[in-house]
């Protein structure tokens, strides 16, 4: 098996320093989680932003001083932009921070509902997203949270709008997505293109079952307060660091090593 690239998503859109006080808002706050989880073995930092207050935003200005502040801080990290955004940005709102060339960005393939708002991604759109990460040279991870959306991505590599091998993100446990077991993860590796690397980001109490599936079947881990607050049931998690450390050790058990961000640079042909 490769190596296992660990991937921290360090703060999203929705959740609250209410619901746990380590997730990060300001830029101090976000190049240090971002340091200390680089620092316990992740190679890729997924990086929404946040204002202050902890509204969330895609403000290219407030991307590039909060990139600036992590690159600093873990240089060879790889920094992967999210244009999920918050439901019910505009496509070129959730696109603006690809315009600073980070090395990743988030393509999300599909519709999806989130609890009782809708989170749009039209095919159209996708088409729009696709070609600016093209433009950039930005390396898309294909984010899908049903079945549907690997044929979404089948699509745009076929009127070459992407670029094999594609790399995809399972986002697994979101009610009316794809659930988070063994069975759906399988199904979904099955469905990918030839080639296609894939990591898995298991939500909430889901975290921990699926980055271990992901261990054992030759996979990629995501972990952080963004997917999940918790560290076990009723325990809050005391960093993203804390969430990083925990599959690290896990993986050295199992007998998979870490990659470092030069080597999951290979494994993902980014160039």
Same mark, same amino acid.
């Given at each position: 098996?490769?190596?296992?690239?660990?991937?921290?998503?360090?703060?999203?859109?929705?959740?609250?320093?209410?619901?746990?006080?380590?997730?990060?808002?300001?830029?101090?706050?976000?190049?240090?989680? @971002?340091?200390?989880?680089? !620092?316990? =073995?992740?190679?890729?930092?997924?990086? $929404?932003?946040?204002?202050?207050? /902890?509204? %969330?935003?895609?403000?290219?200005?407030?991307?590039?001083?909060?990139?600036?502040?992590?690159?600093?801080?873990?240089?060879?990290?790889?920094?992967?932009?999210?244009?999920?955004?918050?439901?019910?940005?505009?496509?070129?709102?959730?696109?603006?921070?690809?315009?600073?060339?980070?090395?990743?960005?988030?393509?999300?393939?599909?519709?999806?509902?989130?609890?009782?708002?809708?989170?749009?991604?039209?095919?159209?759109?996708?088409?729009?997203?696709?070609?600016?990460?093209?433009?950039?040279?930005?390396?898309?991870?294909?984010?899908?949270?049903?079945?549907?959306?690997?044929?979404? @991505?089948?699509?745009?590599? !076929?009127? =070459?709008?992407?670029?094999?091998?594609? $790399?995809?993100?399972?986002?697994? /446990?979101? %009610?009316?997505?794809?659930?988070?077991?063994?069975?759906?993860?399988?199904?979904?590796?099955?469905?990918?293109?030839?080639?296609?690397?894939?990591?898995?980001?298991?939500?909430?109490?889901?975290?921990?079952?699926?980055?271990?599936?992901?261990?054992?079947?030759?996979?990629?881990?995501?972990?952080?307060?963004?997917?999940?607050?918790?560290?076990?049931?009723?325990?809050?998690?005391?960093?993203?660091?804390?969430?990083?450390?925990?599959?690290?050790?896990?993986?050295?058990?199992?007998?998979?090593?870490?990659?470092?961000?030069?080597?999951?640079?290979?494994?993902?042909?980014?160039?």
């Amino acid at each position: 098996m490769e190596k296992l690239i660990i991937t921290c998503a360090l703060t999203g859109a929705e959740v609250t320093k209410e619901q746990n006080p380590a997730v990060p808002y300001t830029v101090e706050e976000m190049a240090q989680s @971002a340091y200390e989880a680089y !620092k316990a =073995g992740a190679s890729i930092l997924h990086i $929404h932003v946040r204002e202050d207050d /902890g509204t %969330p935003t895609q403000s290219k200005e407030r991307f590039k001083v909060i990139l600036d502040a992590i690159r600093e801080k873990c240089p060879d990290a790889i920094l992967q932009v999210t244009t999920g955004g918050a439901v019910g940005m505009s496509d070129d709102e959730r696109l603006a921070p690809v315009e600073l060339r980070p090395e990743m960005a988030t393509l999300d393939a599909g519709t999806i509902n989130f609890g009782d708002e809708v989170f749009v991604n039209s095919f159209p759109s996708l088409i729009n997203f696709a070609k600016k990460m093209k433009e950039f040279n930005v390396k898309p991870e294909i984010e899908v949270f049903d079945r549907g959306m690997v044929e979404n @991505a089948k699509r745009l590599l !076929k009127m =070459g709008l992407l670029e094999a091998p594609l $790399h995809f993100d399972f986002v697994l /446990g979101v %009610p009316s997505g794809m659930p988070a077991d063994i069975d759906s993860l399988t199904y979904m590796v099955r469905s990918l293109p030839e080639g296609s690397t894939w990591t898995v980001a298991g939500i909430g109490r889901y975290q921990l079952p699926m980055a271990v599936y992901a261990i054992l079947l030759g996979g990629h881990v995501r972990v952080g307060l963004e997917d999940n607050i918790y560290y076990n049931k009723g325990e809050l998690a005391k960093s993203n660091a804390q969430l990083v450390e925990r599959v690290v050790r896990i993986a050295k058990e199992l007998g998979r090593e870490i990659a470092t961000p030069q080597e999951a640079r290979r494994i993902l042909n980014i160039k």
